[in-house]
């Protein structure tokens, strides 16, 4: 079994220039990603999330530092990396509106320099796979958003790659649609010899289908670990969910300590963090005394988007 890395990232940088302005969307970002593996970037919106994945797909080269995917250079192997990855992602429209699903999917497949006929037999089997077969002669202008995200994924599996980039490939989906890619997804990267690179601020996502997750914010690594080991580093802290009526405004806790969600009802979700149990009752009392009433409250254990908010300093998008 190889064991050298599916990707590899040393102090990999890329600035931009806005004017007068330069913004570094990455900055120094050094990880490998392992053969076989399910990985996660997980920002929010232009944290270098996308920026990271285009330098790996060899569509923006690195301002400075080195990449490399399936151990060829980005830059210097470019041709060579191109052969073994492909690239998805989310809300794209691609192919030409006045061909079929089917007649789409044969084009590329010609542009990966698959043959014909093992390209067709391809692509009625991921049509199938996708519920999509009844709608194989069916414009691609008349296909409904779900219906074009599935068709960029099976386009983006024809050419079996090695190294699959991911975009926020639900991104816009309904859930059935998005559960689907999903659970695919997942049975696809089981075959062992492939590796998927997922870019995402959705955090189901990212946690039900990554093996490892590095959270990245203004183009810097901020922490590389499993979906529990982030999780763990929520800290000795303590959750709690309340649903509050009547809420008035903030009630007196830290900024960062208490996210408020409205409804339009008039109902009130609030996530608390606290340092100990023994601070809830005074925080009850509060709301009491500022008119709230307590609609429902339970403890809970630590997620995902806690040790993002704890990493980050912000809530994800």
Known sequence: MD????????????????????????????????????????GRNGAGKTTFLRILATLLHPSSGQAQVGGHDVVA?????????????????SGYGILTLRENLWMFSQLYGIPSRQALHRIDGYLERFDLGRKAKTRVSSLSSGMMQKMNIIRGLLNDPEILFLDEPTVNLDVESARDIRSFLKEWVRDGHRTVLLTTHNLFEAEALSDRLVVIESGRVMALATPAELKAMSGSEIFYELTVRDLPGPFGLPD??????????????INVRLEDDAQL??????????????????????TLEDAFVRLVGKAID
């Open 3 to 42: 064991t050298q890395p599916a990707v590899k990232t040393v102090d990999l940088s890329r600035r931009f220039r806005r004017g007068r302005e330069v913004v570094d969307a990455l900055n120094g970002v050094s990880l490998e990603i392992r053969r076989g593996e399910f990985f996660g970037v997980l």
């Open 77 to 93: 192997e470019g041709h060579r990396v191109r052969q073994i990855i492909n690239l998805v992602s989310g809300g794209e429209t």
């Open 256 to 269: 960062g300590q208490a996210e408020i969600r409205s409804r339009s009802d008039g109902v009130c979700l």
């Open 281 to 302: 009752p005074p925080l009850l009392q509060l709301l009491a005394t500022q008119g709230a009433s307590l609609v429902w409250l339970r403890k809970r254990e630590p």
